[in-house]
């Protein structure tokens, strides 16, 4: 089992910043990928970022490309979701996911991000 816990969600006004964290405890040397996740309001889930939990390689969709950077610290378990320039469209609940066997197995509780216009 992989627990994944995630925080930094908030309000904030369009062209701010915000830094999800995604600390994730159990079974992480399993893990092999994670990646962060958004459901906006009437809308299906979608993917947002991911990074390979041992080479450090890098996915974004095109949505968030030049905006949102993913980063992970092996050391404290934990992957960040830096977001700049955040605009409406960006509102959504984030969730934080763990790649285990052939897909994203563990997924945390979400977080609330709001942008205002």
């Known amino acids: 089992q992989v627990q994944l816990v995630e925080s930094g969600g908030g309000l904030v006004q369009a062209g701010a910043s915000l830094r999800l964290s995604c600390a994730a405890s159990?079974?992480?040397?399993?893990?092999?990928?994670l990646g962060w996740f958004r459901r906006a309001p009437g809308k299906e889930r979608e993917f947002v970022a991911s990074?390979?939990?041992?080479?450090?390689?890098?996915y974004y969709a095109d949505s968030v490309k030049g905006r949102f950077t993913i980063s992970r610290d092996n050391a404290k378990n934990t992957v960040y979701l830096q977001m700049n320039s955040l605009n409406p469209e960006d509102t959504a609940v984030y969730y934080c996911?763990?790649?285990?066997?052939?897909?994203?197995?563990?997924w945390g509780q979400g977080t609330q991000v709001t942008v205002s216009s």
């Open positions: 996911a763990a790649y285990v066997t052939d897909t994203f197995d563990y």
């Open positions: 159990g079974r992480t040397s399993r893990v092999y990928r």
């Open positions: 990074i390979s939990w041992s080479g450090g390689r890098t």
